[in-house]
């Protein structure tokens, strides 16, 4: 069985942080499962050309109530969770004003519908659980803002081409080291 163990610094409201670590056993995007490996706290990504990448907002399975996290799922698969997260029963009052991107998820479709649909109640979703919601355009940063309580959540991931080579010029050249020695070995190489 494949697992993730997401582990987010969830922020309370009076800037309180608690660190559980959260075993993620099935993940959803936009609705459509996703493999569970594809899930990923890396936020430097290897990409080829052409690699796209979209804003959303995650829900995650917690015992005192649903997370709200930013998350960057990628056109290649990845999705790539932030390691920062709310308390969903905090913003019970005013979830509508909440912004994802400066868009607000009353727009984009509120947390409750995401997580009747994924079979949970209220703010409570099955255990295990990752419930991703996307927004559309291409867009590698993903930006929870409670105008309320006055705090954001970023995350950004970093493209970094595949044959990039940051060694450059001065990448060492291979050698063949045997460590120190009081005759001459023979190599057969």
Same mark, same amino acid.
């Given at each position: 069985?494949?697992?993730?163990?997401?582990?987010?610094?969830?922020?309370? %409201?009076?800037?309180? #942080?608690? +660190? %559980?670590? #959260?075993?993620?056993?099935? =993940?959803?995007?936009?609705?459509?499962? @996703?493999?569970?490996?594809?899930?990923?706290?890396?936020?430097?990504?290897?990409?080829?050309? &052409?690699?796209?990448?979209?804003?959303?907002?995650?829900?995650? =399975?917690?015992?005192?109530?649903?997370?709200?996290?930013?998350?960057?799922?990628?056109?290649?698969?990845?999705?790539?969770?932030? /390691?920062? =997260?709310?308390?969903?029963?905090?913003?019970?009052?005013?979830?509508?004003?909440?912004?994802?991107?400066?868009? =607000?998820?009353?727009?984009?479709?509120?947390?409750?519908?995401?997580?009747?649909?994924?079979?949970?109640?209220?703010?409570?979703?099955?255990?295990?659980?990752?419930?991703?919601?996307?927004?559309?355009?291409?867009? @590698?940063?993903?930006?929870?803002?409670? %105008?309320?309580? /006055? @705090? /954001?959540?970023?995350?950004?991931?970093?493209?970094?081409?595949?044959?990039?080579?940051?060694? &450059?010029?001065?990448?060492?050249?291979? /050698?063949?080291?045997?460590?120190? +020695?009081?005759?001459?070995?023979?190599?057969? #190489?």
């Amino acid at each position: 069985m494949s697992h993730f163990l997401l582990k987010p610094h969830v922020v309370g %409201p009076e800037d309180n #942080i608690t +660190t %559980p670590d #959260i075993i993620v056993d099935c =993940a959803f995007v936009d609705g459509e499962a @996703r493999p569970v490996n594809l899930v990923t706290h890396q936020c430097w990504q290897q990409v080829s050309g &052409g690699e796209t990448s979209r804003a959303a907002y995650g829900l995650m =399975a917690l015992g005192g109530g649903a997370l709200i996290l930013p998350v960057v799922v990628l056109g290649s698969g990845n999705i790539v969770a932030a /390691r920062a =997260a709310w308390r969903l029963n905090n913003l019970d009052s005013h979830i509508g004003k909440v912004t994802l991107n400066g868009t =607000a998820l009353a727009e984009i479709g509120l947390p409750a519908g995401k997580i009747e649909a994924a079979g949970g109640h209220g703010d409570t979703l099955p255990r295990g659980f990752l419930v991703v919601s996307t927004v559309d355009g291409d867009s @590698r940063d993903s930006e929870l803002h409670d %105008p309320v309580l /006055r @705090r /954001r959540l970023g995350h950004l991931v970093v493209f970094e081409k595949i044959d990039h080579d940051r060694w &450059g010029n001065v990448r060492p050249k291979p /050698r063949y080291s045997v460590g120190p +020695t009081q005759k001459e070995i023979t190599h057969f #190489i």
